[in-house]
Each structure stands twice: as structure tokens, then as C-alpha cells.
């Protein structure tokens, strides 16, 4: 998975986290506080005028006007200074005016319909301050001086809705000190605004859903100052950051009695793609300690598990003993097997529902067809007296016509249910493949040196014979888990068999063979099922 599909995915399970707390919210939305708007801006409230009564509608619409004559006007003033068409220094009294009088505050209330606005108002506010040029002082005032300050503020206050504080952090992970150009320069993040968001993630005090709406900011920074040649962030900072999610992984861990609740499963996540978005191993390699704490714990969820290995593959280890690779690989064999397995497992489990619900429905019409055969015999007399009568001589199953097993028929499985298994499978291949060797350039004058398993095993000709055949088996299993069959070759002088012709295989059948071969291939490549004294140097993780 690419770093942008990270972050995208960040950003959607952090909506799913807005969602939820809008929804929790407005049970309570009473017991919260809001900002005041600006009196010349507020709108007057329809339920207090009785607009069948001329004095009052009139009242009603003046009001109405004066507000949003006062809105617009306003708005025009900010959009000027904005535009670069008017001075700062002219109005400065009116810009901060419209912000912290309007602005600002409307992303603080507690209505249905303002809660719903939130997400609208936040894009229009971020793309407002990226339409500012890099070195313009309005720029500044905004950022520094009302964004930065107002917001933070509300993310750190408990009064302030669920959502309204959710918000507010993600505007504040949202914050750059300067604007990247496309495919020239990548946008520079507030270091400031980093500050805030790991103070913010690290507070005790601070709900679930406000970590996870930092770290989203956090990870932000980190995929950034990870891609450039020369890491922007100050040292400490990063380090800073590095140990908040390291700590994250330590202090949330599963128990049996226990479970992960789904906020602590997605923040574990979090701090496990930041880890890997920084690239740097950290202080006495306390990230390699995390990651491999997660990689070779059989117990560790799929996905997560998944994210260590994208994390350890792209890391940039102080020397080869730090990345053992030798005894890393196996986790990244069992792991992608574990996938194969789980996706294998997922089209037979649909199988059997099928057949399930046609042996269910076969009896049913059985037992409905017996029931009705049963009352006609009766009226006929049959089975009555000694047997003599014309029902003596039934044949069985008669009544049921074919035995249940025959009337199984073959699963034909759709392909919107291939495509998802498909899905599942090519992400982990990504991964992996990524992790272990790299991927090559897109194009042939492309110079990229990505860092990778195989980089590090140079010189260790038993594992990097492993990295290649489980590379071998992932190229393989990417190749046949396409939908479309294989051509099949012309034959220009066809041989006359006897034999009857082999049936194609289904999409499901290919796909199932595609994942088992694969699955074969890794145990073979990490030494499982082999004789011991054919085992290369690689313990084995899975078992056999």
C-alpha cells in the first residue's frame, strides 16, 4: 500500500470516528458549550416569530437581512485580503472579525445541522489559508495567530462537543507552514502543529477518538519528513514523535479477558504506519523492537500485522544485525500465508453456505412433498389393513424424488465475492513483495533505491535465495489471481484423445489454486515441511 492510500485510509476510518461521536453527541448535545457568534452575524431564530402576524414576519425579515447583509459583507472584506486585493493592514479588524466573530465559531455548535456542516467548513477553511501565497504576512496572522490559537484551545477543552474537538485537531494536523507545488516541492507541515498533536495524543486525559485524530496529523508529518532526501523535522521532535508511538503499540495490548475496542485496534495501527512513515529506527532502535514485537506475534491482527511488515521492509536500519533479516522473514512468510489462507478459507466458507441453504431448502421440499403424499394416500386408503391395497407397494423416495447429496448442485461463486478475496490477496502481495525487494521504477529513466529486506541480506546467499522464492511466489500468485482465463493456445494440428476433454477451471477453482500454490511455495522458501538437513539456515515460524 503506497503512502498516499496510508494516509487516505487514516483519514477514512478517522471519518468513521467523526461519525460516530456526531452520533453519540447528539443525545446529549445540550451539555455542551459553544463559542458565540458575532451578534451582528446571528441569524434570527424562525420559532420566535409568529409570521402569521404582519408586525412580527416584518420584525422577522429586516433581521434576517441585516444578518446576512453583515455575513456577506464581511466575507467580501476577508476574501479581498485573502486575494491579495486588499491590505491586511486596511481591514485587519474586520478579517479577524469574520473569523473569530463567524468563522470559527460556527464550527463550535451543537445543532444537527452545524455538527453535519463541520467537515465542509474545514475543507473551506484549509483550502482558504492554500490559496494564500507562502510568504504572504496575511498568511501568517491566519495561521499563527487565529488558527493555531482558537483551535487548539477547543481540541484541548473538555466542554466542546465530541466532534467540535475532533474537528478542531484535524484542522490543526492539517496546518502547513508552506505549500508544496505539485511535483516540484512537497508542503513543509507546522512544527508547531506538531507540537500540539503529540501533546494532544499523549495527554492522558485526552478520549480515544481526539488520539486518533492527532495521529492522523502526526503521521501526516511523518510520511513527509520521511520521503524527503533530507529529513526537514528537528531531531528531537521526530524523536518525540518516534517514542509516542512506540509507547502507543507497548501500552495497548490485547488480553484475553480484553479485547482491543476499535478506537485502541486503529490508534495501535496508527502509531505502527508512523513508525514506518519515519523510516528511522530510533533511539537504541526502539522501533525495530516495536515492529518485530508485532511482526512475531502469531496473535497479532491481520491487518496490523500487515502494517509491520510495510513498516520493516521500507526501514532505514543502522546495519544488517539490526535488520535480521534471516529470522524476520519467517513472520513476513507466515504472515502473507496467513492472508493466502484466511482468503482460501473465506470462498470455501461461501461454498459451504451455499450448499448448506440447498440442503435446507432440499428437505424442506421433501418434507412438504411427503406431507402432501401422506394425506392422499390416507384418502386413497393406501397403507390401511394388511397391506394388500394399491399404497402396499411404494416405492421410497418416491414422494421426495432424489436423494438430498444430488441435489446439491455446483456453487457458482459471483464475482463481486472473487473480486474482494482478489483484493485482500494483491494488497498483501504489494506489501510483502515492497517489503522484501522493492518494486521497480515506473519508468526506465526513474532512479530509485528504495530500501528493502533483500538490501540488507546481501551477503547471506541462504537468505537471499529465501527472499527470492517467496518474491517468486508473490510475482506467481499476483499473475493468476485475475479474473479473466487464460487464453487458451491454438492448436494447428490437433491430436484425436479418446479421453474425455478436462473442464476449465472456474474463477474461484483458479484463484483457490493460485493462493494454495503460493502458500506451498513460502513454507518451501522458510523451510517448512522440508527434511531438517535440506532446511536452509531460517527457523521456521509456521510450524510443520
Not at 506538531?194 to 502526526?218: F, Q
Request: proline fraction near 5%; aromatic fraction near 6%; hydrophobic fraction near 40%.
Amino acid at each position: 500500500m503506497s503512502v498516499r492510500k496510508q494516509f487516505h485510509l487514516a483519514l477514512a476510518f478517522t471519518c468513521v470516528f467523526f461519525v460516530t461521536v456526531c452520533a453519540f453527541g447528539r443525545v446529549v448535545q445540550d451539555s455542551y458549550k459553544s463559542d458565540p457568534v458575532d451578534q451582528a452575524f446571528v441569524m434570527p431564530d424562525p420559532a420566535k416569530y409568529d409570521k402569521s402576524k404582519k408586525d412580527e414576519k416584518l420584525e422577522f425579515t429586516n433581521l434576517e437581512k441585516a444578518a446576512k447583509a453583515a455575513r456577506s459583507s464581511s466575507k467580501e472584506i476577508a476574501d479581498n485580503i485573502l486575494r491579495g486585493s486588499a491590505d491586511l493592514s486596511s481591514a485587519k479588524t474586520e478579517f479577524d472579525r469574520y473569523f473569530t466573530g463567524l468563522s470559527f465559531p460556527s464550527m463550535t455548535q451543537t445543532d444537527d445541522d452545524s455538527l453535519f456542516r463541520l467537515g465542509t467548513q474545514r475543507d473551506e477553511l484549509l483550502n482558504a489559508i492554500r490559496d494564500v501565497a507562502n510568504d504572504s504576512p496575511v498568511r501568517k496572522h491566519l495561521i499563527e495567530e487565529l488558527t493555531t490559537s482558537y483551535f487548539s484551545r477547543v481540541a484541548a477543552d473538555a466542554g466542546y462537543h465530541p466532534a467540535v474537538r475532533l474537528n478542531a485537531i484535524l484542522i490543526i494536523g492539517n496546518l502547513n507552514r508552506r505549500e508544496g507545488s505539485r511535483n516540484v516541492e512537497p508542503s513543509l507541515p507546522m512544527e508547531t502543529a506538531l507540537r500540539i498533536l503529540v501533546n494532544a495524543a499523549n495527554a492522558a486525559d485526552s478520549p480515544n477518538y481526539l488520539k486518533v485524530g492527532a495521529l492522523s496529523g502526526i503521521l501526516r508529518h511523518a510520511t513527509i519528513d520521511g520521503q524527503m532526501q533530507t529529513p526537514v523535522l528537528d531531531n528531537a521532535l521526530r524523536q518525540q514523535c518516534i517514542d509516542l508511538a512506540v509507547s502507543l503499540i507497548d501500552s495497548i495490548t490485547p488480553a484475553e479477558s480484553t479485547p482491543l475496542s476499535d478506537e485502541q485496534y486503529w490508534i495501535r495501527r496508527q502509531a505502527v504506519q508512523i513508525l514506518g512513515a519515519f523510516r528511522a529506527p530510533g533511539t537504541d532502535g526502539k522501533t525495530v523492537v516495536a515492529l518485530r514485537k508485532i511482526l512475531d506475534d502469531k496473535d497479532t491482527p491481520i491487518m496490523l500485522a500487515a502494517d509491520a511488515i510495510d513498516a520493516y521492509g521500507t526501514m532505514r536500519f543502522a546495519s544488517a544485525e539490526q535488520a535480521d533479516v534471516a529470522n524476520s522473514i519467517k513472520s513476513v512468510g507466515r504472515i502473507v500465508n496467513k492472508f493466502f489462507m484466511a482468503d482460501v478459507k473465506s470462498i470455501e466458507d461461501y461454498i459451504s453456505s451455499i450448499k448448506d441453504n440447498q440442503l435446507i431448502a432440499k428437505k424442506s421440499r421433501e418434507t412438504s412433498s411427503n406431507q402432501q403424499g401422506d394425506a392422499t394416500n390416507e384418502q386413497e386408503g393406501f397403507g390401511l389393513g394388511t397391506g394388500t391395497g394399491r399404497g402396499s407397494g411404494r416405492v421410497k423416495g418416491a414422494g421426495g424424488g432424489s436423494s438430498a447429496a444430488s441435489a446439491v448442485q455446483k456453487v457458482k461463486v459471483p464475482n463481486y465475492k472473487i473480486n474482494d478475496v482478489r483484493q485482500r490477496s494483491k494488497y498483501i502481495v504489494f506489501i510483502a513483495r515492497r517489503a522484501l525487494d522493492g518494486l521497480a521504477p515506473k519508468r526506465k529513466n526513474e532512479v530509485r533505491q528504495p530500501e528493502n529486506l533483500k538490501k540488507w541480506a546481501a551477503g547471506d546467499p541462504i537468505t537471499t535465495k529465501a527472499i527470492e522464492q517467496i518474491v517468486a511466489a508473490l510475482d506467481k500468485v499476483m499473475e493468476q489471481t485475475d479474473l479473466a482465463p487464460p487464453k487458451t493456445p491454438i492448436i494447428t494440428n490437433p491430436i484425436v484423445s479418446l479421453d474425455e476433454p478436462k473442464k476449465p477451471e472456474t474463477n474461484d477453482e483458479r484463484l483457490r489454486n493460485s493462493l494454495n500454490a503460493g502458500i506451498s511455495a513460502i513454507e518451501t522458501a522458510i523451510g517448512v515441511n522440508a527434511p531438517v538437513e535440506q532446511q536452509p539456515g531460517i527457523k521456521s515460524a509456521i510450524g510443520g
